[in-house]
C-alpha cells in the first residue's frame, strides 16, 4: 500500500494492492496525480522518461561477472545472470537486457534504466 499527498493541490492518491510492490504502487499513485495535474491544466506536460541514450558496452571485469548469482530482497529471491558478452538480465523480465557500460553501470538498451 502507498499513499501519495499533495497538500498543496488538496489532492491524494493511495494504491492498495494484493502481492503487488510498494516501488509498483509508488508509481501508479505518481501516475494517476500527474494525469490529473495536467487534466486540471495545472501542469502543462508530463515530462517522458529521462533516457541516457544507447549505451556502448564494453567489456564486463571479471570482478563484477562473478557478482553473477542468487540474490534476495524483503520479498523474494532471484538468480542474476550476466552472460559472457556483458549482457544482465534478470528473471522477472529475460526479455529486457542490461548492458555494461564504460561507466560501470548496467544500462537498458533504451538507456532508461
Not at 571485469?61 to 558478452?85: C, L, M, R, W
Amino acid at each position: 500500500a502507498i499513499l501519495v499527498v499533495l497538500p498543496e493541490q488538496k489532492m491524494a492518491a493511495a494504491v492498495l494492492s494484493s502481492g503487488g510492490r510498494s516501488s509498483t504502487n509508488q508509481l501508479l499513485a505518481t501516475e494517476l496525480l500527474l494525469a490529473v495535474l495536467k487534466e486540471k491544466g495545472i501542469i502543462k506536460n508530463i515530462k517522458p522518461n529521462k533516457s541516457f541514450g544507447k549505451p556502448v558496452k564494453v567489456k564486463v571485469p571479471q570482478d563484477v561477472a562473478k557478482k553473477a548469482g542468487f540474490y534476495g530482497n524483503s520479498e523474494t529471491h532471484f538468480k542474476i545472470e550476466i552472460t559472457k558478452n556483458g549482457e544482465l538480465f534478470l528473471p522477472s523480465n529475460r526479455e529486457e537486457k542490461y548492458v555494461y557500460t564504460a561507466n560501470g553501470s548496467f544500462i537498458n538498451e533504451k538507456g532508461t534504466s
